[in-house]
């Protein structure tokens, strides 16, 4: 305090010029540190956003078709190829569609879809496969949810891991509404029956003349007698 207290007035201005260069010192420095990390952040987002504008996209997703059935989707969204796609998924998928005699079930095509990578999926190719109908919510043990986990490779090696959760009862609620074709559908059922209708009324009106007008059977003595010339007698 009294070397402080015995500086002169010039002496004090070197001191505060000092301190004030010092500080301005270390704040150019603090300054250009984040100056550094923000360019560096926005090279990594950058070089992110090239990299995924120019990388495969590959969903996998279960839609309902028109036909009121439930279909596996695997899709590239993405500008460029995709390869070695692979597809895992939890729980295992399980079809509720019991195979008819001679066909596929639907849960061992599924798996062995799931169970081996696929080698190509061009930008904007679209793999469906039948997964189930609208039946399968009247069993309660099938599961209603899947969690799909992908990766694949892209023109820049192995690709971000992707999941998509899906939950059925969304699709549920897709599959009861109205159909784009259901007003033609329900005219068509209409006139299906009202065509059913008329066949029956005109079958049972047929069947009724027979029953009251017995055929007359024709002797061949009133033959001769009505046309003697066909029997040879003059």
Known sequence: MDQLSALTTDQWAVVVAASTALIASVIALWQAAIARKAARSQLELQERIHREQNEPYVIVDIQPDPYRAMLLVIENTGPTVARDVRVSCEPPLESGWAPEPGQPDLTQVLRE???????????????????????????????RRYTFTVSANG???????????????????????????????????????????????????????ERQVPRRRIRPQTVRQQFPDATGDA
Do not use: H
């Open 155 to 209: 023109p820049a090696g192995q690709m971000e891991t992707a999941q998509y959760t899906v939950d059925l009862e969304a699709v549920r609620w897709a599959l009861i509404a109205e159909r784009p074709t259901q007003k033609v559908e329900n005219k068509l059922a209409e006139i299906g029956a009202a065509i059913t209708k008329t066949e029956n009324a005109i079958r049972e009106l047929a069947t009724g003349s």
């Open 113 to 143: 879809v799931l169970g081996r990578p696929i080698p190509l999926v061009p930008p904007r190719r679209r793999l469906t496969f039948l997964f189930d109908d609208e039946t399968r919510f009247q069993n309660s043990t099938l599961p």
